[in-house]
């Protein structure tokens, strides 16, 4: 069976019963049909623990093209912890339908470790990607209709409309608009042409990219939605300050765009183990991590449950990004860390080509490389305190053999447990040793500490993380990234952490290097402000922030049946 096919045969609860059992009233939710509802700001105390409940993070070693199932172990380890009689709640990003329509599919899950409705999740949903599209686009129409309009009135009109020049710079317009879809033909674009405003270099980015999405993630109240939105600075003037978001009275009517969108998402898993879905930002190209808020209210309702959160790509994306952005913000520190990784994206980073015919000696050989990868993914996990448990997901094809050298090799490279996880054919139960290696692992405790203080220069801390993490022998700043890093720190925004964009494919910047890449120097070709978020974004390599489509797209297999039912969604 496919997995929208395991999906459509399952027997959702209605969310008012997942929520019932949450110890949420009717009052504390509202329904978006009947397996669907958002969870009210104030339906728990967000402000404290509530028991002792465990953060636990999943992570990956270095993923290859086609994913490795974070999202399945996410999931399945979730679903286990439930069957095992530990109160558990998932909280997992909002799939983008760049990808979903793209090469990589959906990011509901697979197999029987899957959120239900499986469509619904990767497609609209509740609407939220929808809402910061259109927050973040107001604020681009706000830009242009402000250039256009000083351009034709004197300072004495603008005075009469209760309206002061900002004298915007043209060439020094930072904001660019979005679109939730992966079009590379948007990348560079010029608006204003045909006298339709002030023409000007610009592009777009796809909506997880968007710092209006790292704000809804990083916010923890709708006043901190409001104060962020109005601290984002979208232009330069012709004296070198920032315009912001405030400065063009544009940050009220974003902040009543996103009302709706601050409230995460109730769903459920196959077993009907509570997920709160919240937020999507890219770990490549964003900081790749759920909300906070989701996080908050998760932990306000388990008591002293297992809280099992997923963070995009490897460990030197999305789990240092949780570490040093959102966990800056807010407060919780992991207790452990699921290093998810996959007999086939071992071979991959032992050398193993893509099409291969080669005898068992061989794909040995490539597993054993392979490892060193993994080792250094669980090394960045340490570097922050924190003990990483190794969950071998199982696929069709891995043999008895390779799952034991895996397992067997584990402890070896710094792991505190190694365990097979097998969710996906099995769903929880698949899971069950995972769970109880998370559960020990979890009352070892952990030692959770940054790797750089907000005093710390801006250009030492993307050399901290490129050497600590990534294994760079230092960093080349372009003469732009140095003007740049100079610039942002004389303005004041020194003391922010930084969200580095680069290749998720690789421990570098470079996607071909597989494995365990040494001796390289990290180029930053630019860095870009995102004040209301609060982090700066060094630019790595060739990395771009609006994918494109593959020659043959995912979308090309999705359509409706006689009945109205989507079909070939994946």
Not at 19 to 47: C, E, F, N, P, T
Not at 100 to 110: D, E, H, R
Not at 136 to 156: K, M
Not at 554 to 570: I, K, P, S, T, Y
Request: charged residues 25%.
């Amino acid at each position: 069976m496919s997995d929208l096919d395991i999906a459509r045969a399952a027997t959702p609860e209605p969310a008012a019963g997942i929520a019932s059992r949450l110890g949420l009233s009717d009052g504390d939710i509202d329904l978006y049909g009947r397996h669907k509802a958002k969870i009210h700001l104030d339906a728990v105390d967000r402000r404290s623990r509530g028991g002792q409940g465990k953060y636990v993070v999943v992570t990956a070693m270095t993923p290859t093209r086609y994913g490795e199932g974070k999202t399945t172990t996410t999931l399945g380890l979730s679903q286990a912890l439930n069957a095992l009689g530990h109160t558990s709640i998932a909280t997992i990003r909002q799939p983008s339908m760049g990808p979903t329509f793209g090469i990589k599919g959906g990011a509901a899950g697979g197999g029987r470790a899957q959120v239900i409705p499986m469509d619904e999740m990767n497609l609209h949903l509740t609407g939220d990607i929808h809402a910061v599209t259109a927050a973040h686009n107001l604020l681009s129409a706000a830009l242009d209709s402000r250039l256009y309009h000083e351009e034709r009135l004197s300072d004495r009109r603008l005075r009469r409309r209760g309206l002061k020049r900002l004298d915007i710079d043209p060439d020094r317009v930072v904001w660019k608009r979005v679109v939730d879809l992966g079009d590379r033909a948007l990348r560079e674009i010029v608006v204003g042409e045909g006298g339709e405003g002030v023409r000007r270099r610009s592009g777009f980015d796809i909506t997880a990219a968007s710092e209006v999405m790292a704000i809804l993630a990083l916010a923890s109240d709708l006043g901190d939605l409001r104060a962020r939105l109005g601290r984002v600075v979208a232009a330069f003037d012709r004296a070198g300050r920032p315009v912001t978001a405030e400065d063009l009275g544009a940050a009220g009517a974003m902040a009543v765009l996103l009302k709706d969108a601050m409230m995460p998402t109730l769903m459920q898993t196959l077993e009907n183990t509570p997920v709160l879905v919240h937020a999507g930002p890219f770990a490549n190209i964003a900081h790749g991590n759920s909300s906070i808020v989701a996080d908050e209210i998760a932990l306000g309702l388990m008591g002293d449950g297992y809280l099992v959160t997923e963070s995009g790509f490897g460990a030197d994306c999305g789990f240092e990004k949780l570490c040093h952005v959102k966990c800056r913000y807010s407060g919780l520190r992991p207790d452990c860390a699921v290093v998810v990784a996959t007999v086939r994206a071992l071979k991959s980073h032992g050398g193993a080509p893509e099409k291969r015919r080669s005898g068992a000696a061989e794909e040995m050989a490539w597993l054993d490389e392979g490892l060193h990868n993994l080792a250094a993914n669980i090394r960045i996990v340490g570097e922050f305190g924190v003990p990483a448990v190794v969950a071998l997901n199982r696929f069709t094809g891995d043999t008895d053999a390779e799952v034991d050298r895996v397992l067997e090799a584990a402890p070896g490279l710094g792991a505190a447990a190694a365990s097979v996880c097998d969710v996906w054919a099995r769903g929880g139960a698949g899971g069950a040793e995972l769970a109880r290696a998370v559960v020990d692992t979890c009352r070892s405790g952990s030692s959770f500490d940054f790797l750089y203080g907000e005093e710390t220069p801006l250009r030492d801390k993307i050399e901290t993380v490129a050497a600590r993490i990534y294994g760079a022998d230092g960093i080349d700043l372009s003469p732009e990234a140095e003007g740049t890093i100079e610039r942002y720190e004389d303005l004041g925004f020194g003391s922010l952490p930084v969200n580095m964009a680069k290749t998720h494919l690789s421990l570098s910047h470079d996607p071909e290097l597989r494995g365990v890449p040494s001796g390289f120097v990290l180029p930053v070709r630019d860095v870009v402000l995102s004040a209301g978020a609060g982090f700066l974004v060094p630019l790595c390599g060739e990395i771009r922030r609006m994918p494109g489509l593959p020659s043959k797209p995912a979308f090309m297999n999705l359509d409706l049946d006689a009945d109205g039912e989507v079909v070939g969604l994946a």
